[in-house]
Structures are given as C-alpha cells and as structure tokens.
C-alpha cells in the first residue's frame, strides 16, 4: 500500500510542493523569531482565511482571496509599525474581527464542509501542478528578496537604533518583513492550513536558535528542520490514516523540545 | 586649524508643555572630545536622536554629515536567546548596512578581531551575546561603533555597567580615535569624573538654560547655580568634580 502510493503522480507532487513549502517558511521563520512576530503571523494567517473564504463566496479562487488577505494584513501591520503591547493588542483585535468576517462569509458559502476543513488545517496531497507551479514562483520571489535584504534585516531585527544610524532603511525592512511574511503564509496555508501555519514558520526557527549562536547556521538549521517535518509528515501520514498536518506539527515539536532540552543540558 | 563637522544653530527641543532648551547654539570640531552632562529628563539623549536625525527638533537647524555616524546607544539588554555571538554584533557596525548575505574578507575578519581585542573582548567574541553581562555587551557596542571607522562619534552613557579599569579602556580607546583619525566625540555622561583627562569641552544642559565651554568654565558653582536657578556647589575633591546640591543627585546615585 506505502510503495504503491509512493509511485503515485500526486504524491510527488505534494512532497514537491512541502519541500518549496518547507525551505521557505524555515528560512523566514528566523526573522520572525527575532522579532517576536510569532502572533502577527498568527493573524496574517488567520485573516487570509477570511480572504479565502470571501473568495469562494464570489466565485474567486481561495488561493487568491488569501494572499490578498494576509498582503493587506502583514502591510497595514508592515506600515503602523506598532510596538509592544499596543501591537499585541491592536493584533488581537484585528484577528477576532476577520475571524468573524470569514465565519460570516463559510454560512454564505455553500460548500462549507470540505473548504473549511482544507483550509484550516490543509490539504497537501490536494496539490495540482498548477498549484504546484504557483508555490514555486511565490518561494523564489520571498528567498531572492530575504537574500538581498539578508544583512541589513538582521541588523534592524536585532539593532533597530543602530541599523538606522548606519543608514538602513529599518521602517522599510519592517514593511517588507511583513509582506514577506504575508507571502510565506498564504503558501504555508496551503499544506498545514491556516490553524496550523505557525508550526512550520516558527516551530523550527525556535528550534534552530537554540541549537547555535551563529546567525548563518541558524537559517540552514531551521531550514532542515522544517523540511524534515514537512517530508516526514506527508510520508508518515501516508503509512498511517492520520492527517498530515497533525504529523508535521508532532515533528517539528519534537525538534523544538529536543533543542530545548539539548540547551538546558549544555548549560548545567 | 580645524573644521566644524557638526553645527548646531539655534536648535530648540519642546515635548508637549515642556521645553528642554532653546537657542541651543555650538559647533563640534575635528577631533574634539565634548562631553553632554545633564540632570535626568534635561535632553540628552534626545539631542544625540537629533544630530542622528531621528527627531525631528521643534525648531533650528543642524548641519552634520551622517553617512559615517558610529553610535552607542543607551544600554539595553539583548534577548538571551539571540542567535548571535559577540563578533556578530561587531560586525554589523562593519557590514550590516550592505545588501545580500555576503562574506568577510580576511582584512575584515582581522579588522574585527582587532577592535574587539582593543575593547578586552577577545574571550566574548565567540559567546552568544545575550548571555553576556551588561558591561560585556556594552564593551561589544564600543568596539562596532569603532570597527566601521566613524567620521563622528556618538556615545550614550558608554561607560554604564562597566568597572573602572574597564571604563579607562574605554575612554582612552575614543580619546586616542579622536587625535589619529581626527573623529569627533561626543559622549553623553551623567559623570564627568572618567573623562576629565580627556574631554575638552563639556556642554551642560540645565533646567534653566546650557553652557558649554572648557570643563572649568562651566563646572563651577556660579554657571551650574545659573543653569539650576538654585544654589548648586561645585568641589574639587583630589582632582575630582563634585557637583553638590542638584535636584536628582540622590537618584543618581542609585543609579550604580
């Protein structure tokens, strides 16, 4: 039965499309690690279901309706630049309120069931080669872009009061960060689901930080460790009748509670 | 002869109500080490904002060329889970305002071994550098200012956290920039007393109006009484400048 459905076209495909998937989402998980975006992911995911589903309503294609979601999301958060507490809150409130919007807008869809639960939690083997095709533009746009940005992002990341003074551009790297994010996340949706986003964006990227101090490691680390789970999870939930997502998610935490043991045992 | 590198004309600062000065009016020369000595809440740190051009005064003008600005801002501790060593820090002040992930030369790398060991830091260099103390750090911060070989520096309470012997490395490190590449230094204390072998003039921002001069044209007890509109007695105790009577030199003293 594995073997078989190993041979299979869309097996390939979804492990193609975690991999793209994967690499990306590790790699930006860092950056926002650093900046404590951990809940402003978690809204610009949850709000590009609202996209989503306000697609399906007018007949548009949710991949769509949910990029536009989380790019009109991540750049009003990009650009009030908010801080602290007031950003944590300002988040809370913005995310209640799609998440309102897209419960309105699934009672309006007829579909309901199949959409929902796909887009919540996701659907990788649901993948096409047009989607395919899709992910992969998308991933090179945000890698090409975090590698141009590589230096000054973790300088205004880390350093924001210095970065400045040496001249990098920190208000338009905190934009660009969240459109990145906003990228990352409409693709990330699209193999874990919105609920579970955050596995593969910050899970690994956790990991990795803890596991070495060097800033170029850590990218790479978090990188492996997302693919790791990605491939891991379509692979077990394969051999096995559970969802996917569930194995990705139960990967990469064990990742994450092995790096934090590992560093807890290094210090004493 | 020298030349101004920074010139600050009628500079005038006003949060809300309250204005912290007017008519703030000096030039900084090539080479020159001045002081910025002030009560708590007097400007200081937001005058350094302004020469690095983020705020916006509420009026005056202030020519300077910040495209070499080395900086030290006030301490603030980094997160202890950073994924960053001490020689990463330093080298953002070399590199980090260049695009793409790049990599270091040897001249580089040995450009940052140097300033680093310059500051004592040698055995930090490696650390991850949200386990290091806050004079550590604050050593760290010192050396990236210096290792992007600055046309001005910038320094808020550099020598905060750091023991004597320490704060001497500092302050003799700056003192000899200035006189080989001529790189201003201004540097914001709330303690003259470190840098009295170096500094050359000091600027004093009081509740009552500034000063600026040679260290003893201004600390005495006749301008700080001016500057406060209270008596205020300046001593000199071995060589040391005692400031008796301001407002919040108890709070200061629990600063340490």
């Given at each position: 039965?594995?073997?078989?459905?190993l041979?299979?076209?869309?097996?390939?495909t979804?492990?193609l499309a975690?991999?793209?998937v994967?690499?990306?989402?590790?790699?930006?998980?860092v950056?926002?690690?650093?900046r404590?975006?951990?809940?402003?992911?978690?809204?610009?995911?949850?709000l590009?279901?609202?996209?989503?589903?306000?697609a399906l309503?007018?007949?548009?294609d949710?991949?769509?309706?949910?990029?536009?979601?989380?790019?009109?999301?991540g750049?009003?958060?990009g650009?009030?630049?908010?801080r602290?507490?007031?950003?944590?809150?300002?988040?809370?409130?913005?995310?209640?309120f799609?998440?309102?919007?897209?419960?309105?807008f699934?009672?309006?869809?007829?579909?309901?069931a199949t959409a929902?639960?796909?887009?919540?939690?996701?659907?990788?083997?649901?993948?096409?080669?047009?989607?395919?095709?899709?992910?992969?533009i998308?991933?090179v746009?945000?890698?090409?872009?975090?590698?141009?940005?590589?230096?000054?992002?973790?300088?205004?990341?880390?350093?924001?009061?210095?970065?400045?003074?040496?001249?990098?551009?920190?208000?338009?790297?905190?934009?660009a960060i969240?459109?990145?994010?906003?990228?990352t996340t409409?693709?990330?949706?699209?193999?874990?689901?919105?609920?579970?986003?955050?596995t593969?964006?910050?899970?690994?990227?956790?990991?990795?930080?803890?596991?070495?101090?060097?800033?170029?490691?850590?990218?790479?680390?978090?990188?492996?460790?997302?693919?790791?789970?990605?491939?891991?999870g379509?692979?077990?939930?394969?051999?096995?009748?559970?969802?996917?997502s569930?194995?990705?998610?139960?990967?990469?935490f064990?990742?994450?509670?092995?790096?934090?043991?590992?560093?807890?045992?290094?210090?004493? | 002869?020298?030349?101004?590198v920074?010139?600050?004309?009628?500079?005038?600062?006003?949060?809300?109500?309250r204005?912290?000065?007017?008519d703030?009016?000096?030039?900084?020369?090539?080479g020159?080490?001045?002081?910025?000595l002030g009560?708590?809440?007097?400007?200081k740190?937001?005058?350094l904002?302004?020469?690095?051009g983020?705020l916006?005064?509420?009026?005056?003008?202030?020519?300077?060329?910040?495209?070499?600005?080395?900086y030290?801002?006030?301490?603030r501790?980094f997160?202890?889970?950073?994924?960053?060593r001490?020689?990463?820090?330093v080298?953002?002040?070399?590199?980090?305002?260049r695009?793409g992930?790049?990599?270091?030369?040897?001249?580089?790398?040995?450009?940052?071994?140097?300033?680093?060991?310059?500051?004592?830091?040698?055995?930090?260099?490696?650390a991850?550098?949200?386990?290091?103390s806050?004079?550590?750090?604050?050593?760290?911060?010192?050396?990236?200012?210096?290792?992007?070989d600055?046309?001005?520096?910038?320094a808020?309470?550099?020598?905060?956290?750091?023991?004597?012997?320490?704060q001497?490395?500092?302050?003799?490190?700056?003192?000899e920039?200035?006189?080989?590449?001529?790189t201003?230094?201004?540097?914001?204390t709330?303690?003259?007393?470190?840098?009295?072998?170096?500094?050359?003039?000091?600027?004093y921002?009081?509740?009552?109006?500034?000063?600026?001069?040679?260290?003893?044209?201004?600390?005495?007890t006749?301008?700080?009484?001016?500057?406060?509109?209270?008596?205020?007695d300046?001593?000199r105790?071995?060589?040391?400048?005692?400031?008796?009577?301001?407002?919040d030199?108890?709070h200061?003293?629990?600063v340490?």
């Amino acid at each position: 039965m594995f073997t078989t459905l190993l041979g299979q076209h869309f097996v390939h495909t979804a492990l193609l499309a975690g991999a793209v998937v994967a690499v990306v989402c590790g790699a930006i998980g860092v950056f926002v690690v650093m900046r404590g975006l951990s809940f402003a992911v978690h809204a610009i995911s949850e709000l590009g279901f609202t996209g989503a589903t306000g697609a399906l309503v007018i007949g548009l294609d949710p991949v769509l309706g949910m990029l536009g979601g989380s790019l009109v999301v991540g750049a009003s958060l990009g650009v009030l630049s908010l801080r602290g507490r007031e950003r944590d809150s300002a988040i809370g409130a913005v995310l209640a309120f799609g998440l309102g919007l897209g419960v309105l807008f699934l009672s309006l869809y007829q579909g309901y069931a199949t959409a929902a639960t796909n887009l919540l939690f996701g659907s990788i083997v649901g993948v096409d080669d047009a989607q395919l095709r899709n992910l992969a533009i998308v991933a090179v746009i945000v890698l090409v872009a975090l590698a141009v940005l590589y230096r000054p992002l973790f300088f205004a990341a880390i350093d924001p009061e210095v970065a400045a003074a040496r001249g990098v551009p920190v208000r338009a790297l905190s934009v660009a960060i969240f459109l990145l994010v906003a990228l990352t996340t409409a693709e990330a949706i699209q193999v874990v689901g919105v609920l579970l986003v955050l596995t593969l964006v910050i899970t690994p990227a956790a990991a990795a930080q803890r596991l070495t101090v060097r800033p170029g490691l850590t990218v790479l680390l978090s990188i492996a460790i997302a693919l790791i789970s990605t491939e891991g999870g379509i692979l077990l939930s394969l051999a096995h009748s559970w969802p996917t997502s569930f194995f990705i998610s139960a990967i990469s935490f064990a990742f994450y509670v092995a790096a934090r043991v590992k560093s807890v045992l290094a210090r004493s | 002869m020298t030349k101004a590198v920074v010139s600050v004309e009628g500079l005038a600062l006003r949060f809300a109500d309250r204005e912290l000065w007017h008519d703030l009016t000096f030039q900084i020369d090539a080479g020159e080490f001045l002081a910025v000595l002030g009560p708590n809440g007097a400007g200081k740190t937001s005058l350094l904002r302004i020469l690095l051009g983020q705020l916006e005064p509420t009026s005056g003008r202030v020519v300077i060329d910040r495209s070499g600005i080395g900086y030290v801002p006030q301490q603030r501790a980094f997160d202890r889970d950073l994924p960053l060593r001490g020689r990463d820090l330093v080298r953002f002040g070399l590199d980090g305002n260049r695009w793409g992930a790049g990599r270091l030369g040897a001249p580089e790398r040995k450009r940052i071994d140097d300033v680093i060991a310059a500051v004592g830091a040698s055995a930090l260099a490696d650390a991850p550098l949200g386990r290091l103390s806050g004079g550590e750090q604050q050593r760290l911060r010192v050396a990236q200012a210096l290792v992007s070989d600055p046309g001005l520096l910038l320094a808020d309470e550099p020598l905060l956290s750091l023991d004597l012997a320490y704060q001497q490395v500092i302050v003799q490190l700056l003192d000899e920039r200035r006189r080989s590449a001529g790189t201003p230094v201004v540097f914001v204390t709330h303690d003259v007393n470190p840098i009295l072998t170096a500094v050359d003039r000091v600027l004093y921002l009081g509740p009552d109006g500034w000063a600026i001069g040679p260290v003893d044209d201004v600390l005495t007890t006749e301008t700080l009484s001016r500057l406060y509109g209270t008596e205020i007695d300046v001593l000199r105790v071995r060589g040391r400048v005692v400031v008796v009577g301001t407002p919040d030199a108890e709070h200061v003293h629990h600063v340490h």
